[in-house]
């Protein structure tokens, strides 16, 4: 894991406290099944649940302080076209204007869909010099994130991130390394 100093915080939360993060804009900012580049949106607030083989995540604008919130599902064919995709997702960011900064968590290695669509998001955030964040490897457990602008933070929560929460586990960088493959954390980015 890259031991780096940043500015957002990411933080694992148990499904009790993402549930209550979520409780004021239930279904308003969350980006829903069926997982296409369709659902993405654009809130200073907003999540995705369930995330397994899919790949989620954000770009997030430091001067508007919004996030465009997507999440792919590698098996629906409208999302077969990455070119699509990514044309409709980064329709919603307004590139030049502010500081920005990808997240990306999801993929799970037995599944060469899952390896691919992650690996596509990452390229097409590197392409545009976006520093992006990742958690990889969902260890067949469904997670879910939230981005909350005016905290300038992301929750993570999944059972086994819950489970160590409540058996007392206190240190986040442990609490993601021993639920996921693989963690980089970008410069800006900290995990509390």
């Not at 699509?84 to 204007?97: C, N, R, Y």
């Not at 900064?101 to 799970?108: A, N, P, T």
């Not at 933070?153 to 086994?160: D, G, K, P, Q, T």
């Not at 586990?169 to 639920?179: G, Y």
């Amino acid at each position: 894991m890259d031991n780096v100093s940043f500015k957002a915080r990411l933080r694992p939360t148990t499904m009790k406290e993402f549930t209550e993060a979520t409780a004021d804009i239930y279904r308003r900012a969350s980006v829903e099944y069926p997982w296409t580049a369709k659902e993405t949106i654009k809130a200073a607030k907003a999540y995705t649940t369930d995330i397994l083989d899919c790949t989620a995540g954000g770009i997030v604008d430091e001067t508007g302080k919004n996030v465009v919130l997507f999440h792919i599902c590698p098996t629906q064919p409208q999302n077969f076209n990455f070119e699509e995709i990514e044309k409709h997702i980064m329709s919603f960011v307004e590139e030049g204007k502010g500081k920005l900064k990808g997240f990306l968590l999801g993929s799970q290695k037995m599944f060469h869909d899952s390896e691919m669509m992650f690996k596509r998001l990452h390229r097409m955030l590197r392409n545009r010099n976006i520093p992006t964040t990742i958690i990889k490897g969902n260890k067949d457990d469904k997670s879910h994130i939230l981005y909350n602008a005016a905290k300038d933070e992301w929750l993570v929560s999944n059972f086994a991130i819950n489970q160590k929460l409540h058996n007392g586990e206190k240190d986040a960088k442990k609490i993601l390394t021993d639920c996921f493959d693989e963690i980089k954390i970008a410069e800006g980015d900290f995990i509390q």
